[in-house]
């Protein structure tokens, strides 16, 4: 489990943690989110393994780059494009709550494929890839506040 | 009260608004441009959102990002500082239809006071004096004469399309107002399009001195009294004390009673300043007014005791004003410089680039409200005003003396700015005797 931002050790309990990824493994849960008072504990499988942990406050600047603060990403690598929100709003990986994703891990984007949505001021604005490639990464999650600029996806232009 | 507000708006005024914030419980949602990623008064708000890249039309003065940081931040109002959105009725607006309130005037009040014509009428008729003028456009000769001699020489004719002090000219008398209307039309013609022009009675060193109002919900309209602004350089302003020099009680009195009066009758709320420019004789005369809070707000706030940020915050919740006109008391002297990345021996031209090195001075009496710091890059992208320096004292003297004092510690290495310029003003016997009107740094041209 790969571990972002914030001191881990002094706030939260290495036991405690353990406990909680194994009641996610006995209840084949992919995702937990906590929160009490100003601390939060964000624990997810599958695809990006990420555990984030850190005071509510610090969300809100680190959250753009928790994310890719995470091992795998390699950023700097040349063949590596991300796909930058254009907008500040809310992020929806799928057109509505019921529908399939945009497009998800492995697929393959033009520069025209809407990859997601996001809304802005109650107007919902498709968005573009602008590059071509297959799909590495999901950065975000769904219904997440994003700022301009921020990483939504990361693509692999020479696939 | 608010739980969560939004400052629009970036260094030191942000940063001011964050403390305010701070001190009334209140959780601060910032924005920020790519040039501002990563400034320290940042880390004060709860949560901070990227808006955009430097250019402030795409990101502090883009609403639609404005506005969506705000509602991804939950905010309840929006604080929009000075400059940038702070005067856009239209944003004021979105806000309101937003059900985010906006930490200033209403979008209507807003509007009335910022089209001069309707101003001018609203000062007009609540007995407010005006710069004696023509009462529209100047159709021919004839009329451009009959209104000089009902106004008096010297007068100004000024182009209708113009700005910044662009297309005017003055007239001493018949033959050079002639020769004035027929220059200014040619002159507006090229440079606009438009040679419409108008006359104004030409107000000769002119003293700027501006009255900070202050309205609740609740029918409360206050001053706080004056600020003297007429030590300034091409328009802007470089130096503001409080009280204005040589201006007799009676003026100061009747002046400040005449903001409120054009505040009641305008309908407005929350902070604003109206302006007013004061000739030889001690007359005034309205000029305008700026619906929001102003750069030079903390003279006042050293003078009076009152914090006017969070006033308005107050105000904007819907709390009533804790005083009463008769409780407001200026105390002592205040002085501000403001503090520009500038070189003076390259004509004031902005000098972006690294502070290598910043100390601020302290002591009794002193305030440095600045967002900047050592390794901090001044942006050529916004203005040049790294920080304000502000002093207060008993006595005029010696808030001169303190900011001589206070501008000698102050070091900032690495960028050209204008604390020597300030030296120079406030060492200067026109100052000292307070003979400072808005001609005097480019009649004794100092600072160069």
């Known amino acids: 489990m790969a571990s972002s931002g914030g001191n881990a050790g002094d706030i939260f309990d290495v036991k405690k943690i353990r406990r909680l990824v194994e009641l996610m493994n006995e209840h084949e849960l992919s995702e937990i989110d906590l929160r009490q008072a100003d601390q939060r504990i964000r624990i997810r499988k599958g695809g990006e393994p990420m555990v984030t942990m850190a005071p509510v406050r610090a969300q809100a600047g680190p959250a753009a780059s928790a994310p890719e603060a995470a091992p795998a990403a390699k950023v700097d690598d040349q063949f590596t494009a ?3 929100s254009p907008m500040v709003g809310t992020f929806y990986a799928a057109p509505s709550p019921d529908a399939p994703a945009f497009i998800k891990v492995g697929d393959h984007v033009g520069p025209q494929s809407i990859v997601c949505v996001i809304e802005a001021m109650k107007v919902f604005n498709e968005i573009p890839a602008e590059v071509a490639g297959q799909v590495m990464a999901v950065l975000v999650e769904n219904g997440e506040p994003v700022e301009f600029g921020q990483p939504l996806f990361k693509v692999d232009t020479r696939k | 009260m608010y739980k969560r507000i939004l400052v629009a708006n970036r260094g030191e005024i942000a940063l001011r608004i964050i403390r305010a914030c701070r001190e009334l419980g209140i959780e601060t949602v910032a924005i920020f441009s790519d040039a501002d990623r990563g400034a320290p008064y940042l880390e004060l708000a709860d949560e901070a959102y990227c808006v955009g890249p430097a250019k402030g039309s795409e990101s502090y003065r883009k609403i639609d990002r404005v506005i969506s940081a705000a509602e991804i931040g939950n905010v309840q109002a929006i604080h929009p500082g000075y400059g940038f959105l702070s005067e856009n009725a239209h944003f004021n607006e979105v806000c309101r239809s937003c059900n985010i309130d906006f930490i200033g005037p209403t979008p209507e009040a807003m509007t009335r006071l910022g089209d001069k014509n309707t101003a001018r009428r609203i000062a007009r008729e609540a007995k407010v004096p005006t710069v004696p003028g023509s009462e529209g456009l100047i159709d021919n000769e004839a009329e451009a004469m009959r209104v000089a001699h009902e106004i008096g020489f010297p007068v100004l004719v000024k182009a209708s399309a113009g700005g910044g002090g662009r297309g005017m000219r003055v007239a001493l008398n018949d033959l050079a107002l002639k020769m004035a209307l027929q220059q200014a039309r040619t002159e507006a013609e090229a440079a606009f399009g438009d040679g419409s022009i108008y006359l104004e009675k030409y107000v000769e060193h002119p003293r700027h001195v501006e009255v900070q109002m202050l309205a609740d919900h609740h029918g409360n309209v206050v001053h706080l009294w004056e600020r003297d602004c007429s030590t300034q350089r091409r328009h802007q302003k ?25 505040g009641k009758a305008a309908g407005y709320t929350n902070a604003g300043t109206v302006e007013f420019i004061v000739d030889q004789q001690g007359n005034f005369y309205f000029i305008e007014v700026n619906a929001r809070i102003q750069v030079e707000h903390p003279v006042t706030e050293m003078m009076t005791g009152v914090d006017l ?11 009533p004003l804790p005083f009463k006109q008769k409780d407001i008391k200026a105390q002592g002297a205040a002085i501000e410089c403001r503090i520009n990345a500038e070189d003076p021996k390259k004509n004031f031209q902005p000098s972006p680039g690294k502070i290598t090195r910043l100390m601020a001075p302290g002591g009794f009496g002193v305030r440095f409200d600045s967002h900047a710091y050592p390794g901090y890059v001044v942006s050529p992208h916004y203005d040049s005003m790294i920080g304000k320096l502000i002093v207060h004292q008993p006595t005029r003297t010696e808030a001169i003396e303190c900011m001589l004092r206070a501008l000698a510690e102050l070091r900032i290495e690495g960028i050209k700015t204008t604390v020597p310029l300030h030296r120079e003003i406030l060492g200067h016997a026109a100052f000292a005797e307070g003979r400072i009107d808005t001609t005097f740094i480019e009649r004794t041209g100092l600072g160069q």
Do not use: F
């Open chain 2, 238 to 262: 470089l130096i503001e004390e409080s009280p204005s020099p040589r201006l007799s009680q009676q003026t100061r009195e009747a002046m400040c009673e005449a903001a409120v009066r054009l």
């Open chain 2, 309 to 319: 940020i969070k006033a308005q915050i107050r105000v904007a919740s819907g709390e």
């Open chain 1, 82 to 84: 991300l796909v930058k």
